[in-house]
């Protein structure tokens, strides 16, 4: 599985990643698990907390959006977009 993860200040991209994890056969949750703390360690940034909707979101359109109020610390930026490459 590969993520791109992209930071937003309006409508200003701010920075980008790339990570990749999987081949081992751990499954499509744990490798998104994985590509997301990496993408996170990367950009510099807390995990953001995962919910419903980005459940939803990610399994029907391959992308997500975390939002500032996702974040247990406080960001630079409004949202942290995640797409399945």
Do not use: S, Y
């Not at 499509?28 to 360690?41: E, G, N, P, S, V």
């Not at 459940?55 to 995640?82: L, N, S, Y």
């Amino acid at each position: 599985m590969r993520l791109e993860g992209r930071l937003f200040l309006g409508n200003r991209a701010l920075r980008d990643a790339v990570a990749e994890a999987g081949g081992e056969g751990a499954g499509i949750a744990k490798d998104l698990d994985t590509c997301l703390r990496m993408l996170c360690r990367d950009l510099e940034i807390p995990t953001p907390i995962w919910l419903g909707k980005n459940t939803r979101e990610f399994a029907r359109f391959h992308q997500t959006v975390f939002f500032e109020g996702q974040f247990t610390d406080r960001v630079p930026f409004d949202r942290f977009q995640i797409r399945w490459l």
